[in-house]
């Protein structure tokens, strides 16, 4: 029996890790943390009757406390109580699907606390990559992505020197947009960009998508985790989703991973790792498959790529304002205050506002993310 902790638990990534864990068997959750889904935690505290489940928003954990009150099970709440669920319960695991820098000290918590890591948390290694990867060498952990390309890398470089990667072939949808110009997209609403033509994601993460900003996060994770320059990692669309991600060997040998867009299967991989679990998908049916195409990102219509090429290889602080900047305007763009080409305008206007501080230390990380938004709210 494994035990395991599920930071993120409501949100999707999470939820479909209860369900790949009800499914798979074998596994123990002792711990649950969310931002502040009281309806959404209570019941999935009953179910799996963890010892620990944290809020991060104290009222909402109130609210928490007193409906498990007829239970043992203890609600704690903040930054702390998120450390709590990822390092102070017994736990084999820890799946970290936070969305934003909210994920950071948790995972340094459960890193140092010698837990392996199911990692779904792209934010975490865009903005403290440099800081988080040297304490999963030097405490030991196995730091297992979750996201769909990454897992697909991760798996393709199984038995392989890294030393003789060529290329990664970071994989894309292309999203609902895919082909169209400026003038086009000057009118999309959220409830267009909230389409997804092959995943079911939540908002943030569908949005991000949509802009091509969520690969520009993943190039940029991919850089961390698995250590190769940005002149070696490559973003290419795939409107059929069945390639994942692929790598390009020096011999000119290339593997890919192919499975249904669901995000169950690099979940499970994640947890069963090195062995493999049933299926928890339905297989790819070969001979009803539609053909397999790529090609180049469009940049110029959709610059948060290129944006997010320009961060990573500048680093030092800039990630974090690139990030930061897409979180507040992925925001106001759902809450219809700003424009959807506006979301890319954001994060440019932040990038070429800010000064640069290299080699950035955990303060003065969440330092430019709090300077990110103060100016952008200053407009």
């Known amino acids: 029996m494994k035990n395991i902790s599920v930071i993120g638990s409501t949100g999707s990534i999470g939820t479909q890790t209860l369900d790949v864990v009800r499914r798979l068997g074998g596994f123990r959750v002792t711990a649950l943390a969310a931002w502040s889904s009281v309806d959404r935690i209570e019941a999935q505290a009953r179910e799996f009757l963890p010892l620990l489940v944290c809020l991060y928003d104290e009222k909402a954990a109130a609210e928490l406390a007193v409906r498990l009150a007829d239970t043992d099970i203890r609600v704690v709440s903040g930054e702390e109580g998120l450390e709590e669920a990822a390092a102070g319960v017994p736990a084999d695991i820890v799946s970290l699907s936070l969305l934003g820098m909210i994920g950071i000290r948790p995972t340094l918590a459960a890193i140092r ?6 990692f779904a948390n792209k934010e975490t290694l865009v903005c403290a990559g440099h800081l988080i990867m040297p304490v999963v060498k030097k405490y030991g952990v196995r730091f297992l992505p979750v996201d769909s390309e990454h897992g697909a890398v991760f798996q393709c470089l199984q038995g392989e020197d ?43 993460i569908t949005i991000d998508s949509s802009t091509l900003v969520n690969k520009g996060l993943e190039v940029m994770e991919a850089h961390h985790l698995f250590g190769v320059p ?64 790529f090609e180049a990102p469009d940049t110029e219509n959709f610059p948060g790529l290129a944006l997010a090429y320009e961060a990573g290889r500048t680093g030092g602080t800039l990630p974090t304002v690139y990030n930061a900047a897409n979180e ?52």
């Open 113 to 118: 606390a010698g837990r392996d890591c199911a």
């Open 162 to 204: 890294p030393a003789r990667i060529a290329r990664l072939l970071i994989t894309a949808s292309g999203g609902p947009f895919r082909g169209r110009t400026k003038a086009e997209l000057a009118a999309v609403t959220p409830a267009d960009a909230l389409k997804h033509p092959n995943w079911t994601m939540g908002a943030k």
């Open 230 to 293: 940005y002149d070696k990692i490559e973003a290419a669309i795939h409107p059929q989703s069945v390639i994942h991600s692929m790598v390009e060997f020096t011999d000119g040998s290339v593997k890919a991973q192919l499975a249904v867009p669901d995000m169950r299967l690099p979940i499970e991989y994640a947890l069963t790792y090195p062995d493999r679990g049933p299926a928890v998908a339905a297989p790819l049916d070969f001979m009803n498959m539609p053909p397999l195409t």
């Open 328 to 379: 507040w305007a992925v925001a106001q763009f759902l809450a219809g205050k700003i424009g959807y080409l506006d979301i890319a305008g954001s994060i440019e206007n932040a990038m070429r506002a800010h000064t640069v501080i290299p080699d950035p230390d955990l303060d003065t990380v969440l330092a430019a993310e709090s300077w990110t938004r103060e100016y952008l709210e200053k407009g």
